[in-house]
């Protein structure tokens, strides 16, 4: 069974790091792309950035470069979504997704959330 | 970025309805369109992929239609277990935008 867990809920204070983890099991973790989605009240799903594992060959939207880095350790079968300065405005839910087997690219298993909430 | 915009945002209906929701990209995606469900305090759920192909284990009540910019989708005979948000996906190009989702609520 296809499983992608995250770890979880964390509270931060604006200008601290975070890294949040998912940990993908039942499939060849190294051939497909992991994917991170954020989720707001306001602004819906955004895609936010993806990374292949087998070469962690690495995707991001331009809305979130430079503020995240998405990483991964494929001898664990893990992805990271790491911030090196949290705003209050970081404050979401993160998915990560598994991009699915054929040529268009869409998530097929979803990891269950990370909450993250940044506030003084 | 290419914009993807759900119409209508917001949509009640009864059990037992036919349901279309619409979705608009700004400029071509091909078939590269993706509908998701998802219920409040859950995981967003794959429904269709390339615009009309069903996710294994998704009922044969949903169905996709269209391609280029203009795509919809269907659900033929609303059950109970439907109500939730809906999102479009496109997958043509990054990044790989969400339309703003149709929230379906019973009427």
């Known amino acids: 069974e296809v499983q992608l867990v995250q770890s979880g809920a964390e509270v931060k204070k604006p200008g601290e790091s975070l890294q949040i983890s998912c940990k993908g099991s039942?499939?060849?973790?190294?051939?497909?792309?992991i994917g991170w989605v954020r989720q707001t009240p306001g602004k819906g799903l955004e895609w936010m950035g993806t990374i292949f594992p087998g070469n962690s060959d690495t995707i991001y939207s331009p809305s979130f470069r430079g503020q995240v880095t998405i990483s991964v350790d494929k001898s664990i079968n893990t992805a990271y979504l790491q911030w090196s300065s949290l705003k209050a405005s970081d404050t979401a839910i993160y998915y990560c997704a598994r991009r699915g087997p054929n040529d268009y690219n869409h998530f097929d298993y979803w990891g269950q959330g990370t909450l993250v909430t940044v506030s003084s | 970025d290419i914009q993807m915009t759900q119409s209508p945002s917001s949509l009640s209906a009864s059990v037992g309805d036919r349901v279309t929701i619409t979705c608009r990209a700004s400029?071509?995606?091909?078939?590269?369109l993706n509908w998701y469900q998802q219920k409040p305090g859950k995981v967003p759920k794959l429904l269709i992929y390339g615009a009309s192909s069903l996710q294994s284990g998704v009922p044969s009540t949903f169905s996709g239609s269209g391609s280029g910019t203009d795509f919809t989708l269907t659900i033929s005979s609303l059950q109970p277990e439907d109500f939730a948000t809906y999102y479009c996906q496109q997958s043509y190009t990054t990044p790989h935008t969400f339309g703003q989702g149709t929230k379906l609520e019973i009427k």
């Open positions: 400029q071509s995606i091909s078939s590269n």
């Open positions: 039942g499939y060849s973790f190294t051939i497909f792309w």
